[in-house]
Nanobody
């Protein structure tokens, strides 16, 4: 069982930055691929970024590529999402997710591939 707790959300002006954190419980964090998703009001949940359990592979949605960076610190059981050059359309509830992965370089893009989800943190970008 893995419990995920996101933090770092808030209100920021367009062009600003935020760093989200996702703290995981459990001693096997390093064997989980991690991902960030978001859901805006009235819209479906969408993939944002993913990272393999080794940290050696990452993948981004086109809408955030070049602006967001996903990283992880396995010693701290934490995954991060650094968000720069934020836009109003980035406004959403952001969720982190963990999925069992047999490969240190495998990333998971589909939400159905994840086993555990956090409760979410709100990010609001004002214009």
């Amino acid at each position: 069982q893995v419990q995920l707790v996101e933090s770092g959300g808030g209100l920021v002006q367009a062009g600003g930055s935020l760093r989200l954190s996702c703290a995981a419980s459990g001693r096997t964090f390093s064997s989980y691929a991690m991902g960030w998703f978001r859901q805006a009001p009235g819209k479906e949940r969408e993939f944002v970024a993913a990272i393999s359990w080794s940290g050696g592979s990452t993948y981004y949605a086109d809408s955030v590529k070049g602006r967001f960076t996903i990283s992880r610190d396995n010693a701290k059981n934490t995954v991060y999402l650094q968000m720069n050059s934020l836009k109003p359309e980035d406004t959403a509830v952001y969720y982190c997710a963990a999925g069992v992965s047999p490969s240190p370089f495998r990333i998971i893009v589909a939400g159905g591939g994840y086993d555990y989800w956090g409760q979410g943190t709100q990010v609001t970008v004002s214009s």
